[in-house]
């Protein structure tokens, strides 16, 4: 059965930083592109980082670009998102997800995403 599980969430002050992790079991995926999305209470879910197979390719949301850090290991089947000068507006729920593609691939729409971890939730408070 393949699972995606996220970890890593929490509570944390405005301008502290987290790292959310993201493993994988059931396959591998390295030739997955791997990417993070946010869900905040009323709004639609959002990209937010993406990463291609290799890890050659990152693709970020504006909104934090400069701020958070996407990177994968391969070799553990995990990805993760480093979390840094985190603001009130990035609370929400957060989700990995994997997408097949080319090596050229980063996708920041949901729809190639194949598989979706639960979530995990972050609050950042003022």
């Known amino acids: 059965q393949v699972q995606l599980v996220e970890s890593g969430g929490g509570l944390v002050q405005t301008g502290g930083s987290l790292r959310l992790s993201c493993a994988a079991s059931?396959?591998?995926?390295?030739?997955?592109?791997m990417g993070w999305f946010r869900q905040a209470p009323g709004k639609e879910r959002e990209f937010v980082a993406a990463i291609s197979r290799l890890g050659t390719i990152t693709n970020y949301a504006d909104s934090v670009k400069g701020r958070f850090t996407i990177s994968r290991d391969n070799a553990k089947n995990t990805w993760y998102l480093q979390m840094n000068r985190l603001k009130p507006e990035d609370t929400a729920i957060y989700y990995c997800?994997?997408?097949?593609?080319?090596?050229?691939?980063?996708?920041?729409?949901?729809?190639?995403?194949?598989?979706w971890g639960q979530g995990t939730q972050v609050t950042v408070s003022s």
């Open positions: 059931g396959r591998t995926f390295s030739s997955y592109a």
């Open positions: 997800a994997a997408a097949p593609g080319s090596v050229f691939s980063a996708p920041s729409t949901p729809s190639p995403y194949s598989h």
